[in-house]
């Protein structure tokens, strides 16, 4: 599995096709930019890797980016709960 998908499904995280090919270029792009080699201050890879500078950058969609990625935690974090329980 590619870090790419170990992403998104680490953050829960599906796209259609067209959108997903985007996302992924945008991915790569911000991954090769965090490369460790290159900058004095560490950068990781967190649910905000697939966007752009400009969509980083506008308050409003942090906002509700920052809102859907709060409610994907809390959801994955149910499902797994909820799934030990039934093991």
Same mark, same amino acid.
């Given at each position: 599995? !590619? #870090?790419?998908?170990?992403?998104? *499904?680490?953050?829960? =995280?599906?796209?259609? &096709?067209?959108?997903?090919?985007?996302?992924?270029?945008? %991915?790569? +792009?911000?991954?090769?930019? *965090?490369? /460790?080699? !290159?900058?004095?201050?560490? @950068?990781?890879? +967190?649910?905000?890797? +697939? #966007?752009?500078? &400009? &969509?980083?950058?506008? /308050?409003? #969609?942090?906002?509700? =980016? %920052?809102? &859907?990625?709060?409610?994907? =935690?809390? #959801? @994955?974090? @149910?499902?797994? @709960?909820?799934?030990?329980?039934? *093991?």
């Amino acid at each position: 599995m !590619s #870090l790419y998908e170990e992403w998104l *499904m680490k953050h829960g =995280k599906s796209y259609n &096709e067209l959108e997903k090919k985007k996302r992924f270029q945008i %991915f790569k +792009d911000n991954v090769r930019y *965090m490369d /460790p080699k !290159s900058r004095s201050h560490k @950068l990781e890879v +967190d649910e905000f890797a +697939d #966007l752009t500078y &400009e &969509e980083f950058s506008n /308050p409003m #969609l942090m906002f509700q =980016k %920052f809102k &859907e990625a709060l409610v994907r =935690k809390i #959801l @994955l974090r @149910l499902f797994n @709960l909820s799934w030990s329980i039934c *093991m």
